[in-house]
């Protein structure tokens, strides 16, 4: 009665209760932010975004920003759908202009919570905590038919199914669900970050989304909330690599920093955000870790003109100060001189000198 807090809402619980009584910024103070935003990404060297949005900020922010001015809306959008209507409403999704700026390209669903909160759905108790093994939730709580189904209408209206799974027995339970109706393999698994000897080979051709600085954060926690004998689960890069999973890296901004080469440092070395090793037989090398987070991602999102250099291809690219793949990842990431997008200088200049931390 007097305000304070007594106790933890965890996941559906916060989303439901909480997050419809925010109230919602005017529009345009979204669209400063997403300005802002867009400046951000710039400075990494980002050129173009897979992001998670809802209808009412597609229709408010940036359509508006697209339509009034293209050269400022200079971050390509690769639009995954957050609303949870179902079944699903295609009529404004087929009603919103499609160019190489903004486009829908996926349908978003969680199926579990994560690690930190031990809300991550597992196959056996986590060792902190037992016998609690998490949760499933949304669709996966009701059904592996709904998920199918789900999964089924999404792909039937020309999107991709993004699942957010973080647990082992969330992955398990997604993939039972969507293998029979994605023989393309265009699902995208989000995040992965524990994953049973199993199911690794499920993962050929298949798309494990994933975000390597969660690795270098959720390394404090892993160990206590998994036990020795599972930390072999916890962020399986170079397993996935060699099983021929399809690496498509990000960030999942604002949770942690959207700066790439910081996800790249954590990928390549195996450093948490302390400097402490953790799974560094998992460790990529810096062309396979770039591959993910470009052309990776890109055809995830199902967007074969981003994400590479080549004829015919979007003139987006960024210069570094230093070879990254000769780089000392070890001491830090190479600088940013510039960023190209579209052909366009959005950030820095081209030939500038920029020092390196080598």
């Known amino acids: 009665a ?37 400046a951000h990404c710039h400075a990494f060297g980002i050129t173009a975004v897979g992001s998670m949005e809802y209808e009412a900020d597609l229709r408010e922010v940036y359509e508006p920003m697209r339509a009034q001015d293209p050269q400022a809306f200079s971050l390509r959008v690769l639009a995954t759908i957050l609303d949870r209507d179902w079944p699903l409403d ?3 999704g087929a009603a919103l202009p499609a160019d190489e700026r903004l486009r829908i390209v996926g349908w ?14 597992m196959l056996r108790p ?9 949760m499933l939730v949304e669709f ?3 059904s592996m038919e709904r998920v199918r189904t789900w999964a089924a209408d999404t792909l039937a209206a020309g999107y991709s199914p993004s699942v957010h799974v973080i647990g082992d027995e969330a992955l398990r339970v997604t993939l039972d669900a969507i293998e029979p109706v994605d023989p393309a393999r265009v699902a995208r698994y989000e995040h992965c970050q524990t994953i ?39 962020f399986r890069f170079r397993d996935l690599a060699d099983a021929g999973a399809h690496l498509a890296f990000g960030s999942d901004w604002p949770i942690v920093s959207c ?18 090793p953790c799974r560094t037989d998992q460790n990529l090398s810096a062309e396979e870790s770039l591959v993910a987070y470009t ?64």
């Open 2 to 38: 007097r305000g304070t807090p007594t106790g933890l809402l965890l996941e559906q619980a916060a989303w439901q209760l909480v997050n419809p009584r925010i109230p919602v910024p005017p529009a345009a103070d979204r669209q400063a932010a997403v300005r802002r935003a867009i």
């Open 295 to 358: 052309r990776g991602a890109a055809d995830a999102l199902r967007a074969p003109d981003l994400g590479r250099l080549a004829p015919g291809a979007c003139a987006d690219l960024c210069i570094l100060a230093s070879d990254p793949f000769a780089h000392d990842w070890s001491r830090g990431t190479p600088n940013v001189a510039a960023t190209i997008a579209g052909g366009r200088v959005v950030h820095g200049a081209v030939g500038a000198r920029v020092a390196s931390p080598e």
């Open 90 to 92: 295609r009529s404004w």
């Open 140 to 142: 996966a709580a009701h």
């Open 259 to 276: 700066d790439p080469w910081l996800g790249i440092r954590a990928a390549v070395t195996g450093l948490d955000v302390d400097g402490r």
């Open 108 to 121: 978003k669903s969680f199926a579990d919570g994560t690690l930190g909160s031990r809300t991550a759905r």
């Open 126 to 134: 986590y060792a902190d905590d037992a016998p609690n093994r998490g």
């Open 196 to 234: 049973d000897d199993a199911d690794l080979p499920r993962m050929r051709g298949r798309i494990a989304s994933m975000q390597p600085l969660h690795k270098a954060y959720d390394a404090a926690v892993a160990p206590a909330r998994l036990g020795a004998d599972r930390m072999r689960a916890f």
